[in-house]
């Protein structure tokens, strides 16, 4: 797969980080899944994106280790991302957990 391309820059998007956590909230069923993901960078302006993910989940909702999985996600220090189905909202539970890493990616980011 060729490198991303920040359409805002011009400029080519390289890997910043290998293997992130996705959360998928599906709108019928709240956490729903949790892949892993590669995380690109914009060599301009800093903008993120996770072009793809592995093929095959790290857990899905209906595994016996699910909450277990998504609580070790969460609540272990690794940076996580949240996919949001269209429709479905963030559960009450988990929005603490992620307005944090947000707002650390956030002020990770600011100085790019
Ligand atoms: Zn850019």
Redesign the pocket.
């Known amino acids: 797969m060729k490198q991303p391309l920040?359409v805002?820059?011009r400029?080519t998007m390289s890997c910043h980080h290998t293997g992130i956590n996705v959360i998928e909230i599906a709108r019928s069923v709240g956490p729903y899944a949790i892949f892993s993901g590669d995380l690109f960078a914009?060599t301009?302006?800093?903008?993120e994106v996770v072009p793809q993910y592995a093929d095959l989940p790290i857990a899905m909702h209906h595994h016996t280790n699910f909450e277990a999985t998504l609580h070790d996600v969460i609540y272990g220090n690794i940076r996580f991302l949240v996919s949001v189905e269209r429709g479905a909202e963030i559960p009450e539970n988990l929005k603490e957990a992620v307005e944090i890493m947000e707002r650390a990616v956030q002020s990770a980011t600011s100085g790019v």
Do not use: A, D, T
Not at 44 to 47: I, L, N, R, S, V
């Open positions: 920040c805002k820059c400029k914009c301009g302006c800093g903008y």
